[in-house]
């Protein structure tokens, strides 16, 4: 009898207290156009307890009784929140976007021929005034009638002036009577040249008649070459088949490379027996230094030419291997004779082409009839 007597009087004197538990469902729209609001946040101030919309705009809000009188906040974001004290009669609460006013801003479009002429008048601060010259290691296949011909194993020393003042002329020159790049004089005309040119490889679009010449526009900015860089377009005033792009970085103003791409006359005369059509990609890329100065990083050369003959076509295959900074301490080997392109014999090590993953060597075993 003593546990159901001690029980008896806690039941007396302690009242039990229970939590009836409230439940608010209602919908929620736009004023504007009474759109349902997506995902708006229905919490009880100063509580733990929340729900959000549906895409219709339903909520449902469960809470105890305890909460009934605290204020219920409703927000989402792009409207102006809202506080319900009653939830008696609401069922449908609409929403006012909020209205943000910004600062005026002024867009000016960027001048193509201003970025050109900066990069103009930043040419002997951007780049190098020293003499530089570098080796190139290349190979080129011969191929006539589909049949290949040969393979030649090319080292030539390829330089650049740099910008000096007495001449103020950049230039590249290359340690050879038959220079490998497309300034050829031996070539006498192409048809449908594209070339990717440096800025040392011509003078013209630093010169201030260019703007004269050519119509500006700026087509784009992107990475090129590893550099943030406008790209401008010119085209030509004379001859609408003319095309250049130029890249000039954006923080140094400074010219990286010149894409030009024009179609010449086919001549109506008997072309000479090694005319050539040629297709070149080329570029030499500017690196600058740790000490803020310009170099030539590297220069490549793709080439694909077509050589006229009455009997057979000659293609060839050009593809830069290599270059390296050192300058060649030991002279060139001399070319057999003055038509030859490069007609020698280069030899590396098995860790050379290994590296650079080169095919392996044509062999051919005699090179008779070959001009």
């Not at 500017?286 to 080439?303: C, E, L, T």
């Not at 293609?315 to 390296?324: C, E, F, G, H």
Request: hydrophobic content about 35%; glycine content about 4%; proline content about 4%.
């Amino acid at each position: 009898m003593k546990y159901p007597l001690i029980l008896f009087f806690l039941i007396i004197h302690f009242p039990v207290v229970s939590q009836t538990q409230l439940q608010w469902k209602g919908r929620i729209l736009a004023k504007k156009d009474s759109t349902p609001v997506f995902n708006a946040h229905i919490y009880i101030k100063n509580s733990n307890i929340s729900t959000s919309t549906n895409e219709q705009g339903y909520f449902q809000l469960n809470y105890s009784e305890t909460n009934s009188n605290s204020p219920i906040l409703i927000s989402c974001i792009g409207y102006k929140p809202v506080i319900i004290q009653k939830t008696k009669n609401t069922r449908t609460i609409y929403l006012e976007e909020n209205t943000y006013t910004l600062m005026e801003i002024v867009v000016r479009a960027i001048d193509p021929k201003k970025i050109l002429k900066t990069a103009q008048e930043n040419f002997t601060r951007n780049y190098y005034k020293g003499d530089i010259t570098k080796n190139i290691y290349y190979y080129e296949n011969i191929v006539s009638n589909d049949e290949p011909l040969r393979r030649l194993e090319i080292m030539t020393k390829v330089g650049s002036k740099g910008f000096q003042n007495h001449h103020k002329k950049p230039d590249f020159y290359v340690y050879q009577k038959r220079p490998v790049f497309n300034n050829d004089q031996s070539f006498y005309g192409a048809n449908g040249i594209d070339v990717l040119y440096s800025l040392a490889w011509t003078q013209t679009y630093l010169d201030k008649s260019v703007f004269k010449k050519f119509r500006f526009s700026l087509k784009r900015k992107s990475n090129f070459l590893g550099f943030e860089a406008y790209h401008l377009l010119l085209e030509s005033k004379q001859r609408p088949d003319h095309k250049t792009s130029i890249y000039i970085t954006v923080k140094d103003n400074a010219i990286i490379a010149i894409n030009e791409s024009f179609q010449n006359d086919i001549k109506k005369e008997a072309e000479p027996e090694h005319f050539y059509f040629l297709e070149s990609i080329q570029y030499v890329d500017f690196i600058k230094s740790k000490s803020g100065k310009w170099h030539v990083n590297s220069i490549d050369d793709y080439r694909v030419s077509i050589r006229n003959q009455l009997v057979n076509k000659t293609r060839r295959y050009i593809k830069v291997l290599s270059t390296k900074e050192a300058k060649i301490e030991t002279d060139l080997p001399k070319v057999k004779r003055e038509t030859d392109l490069y007609d020698y014999d280069v030899t590396y090590d098995e860790g050379f082409w290994k590296d650079f993953n080169a095919p392996p060597l044509i062999k051919v075993e005699s090179m008779e009839g070959v001009n």
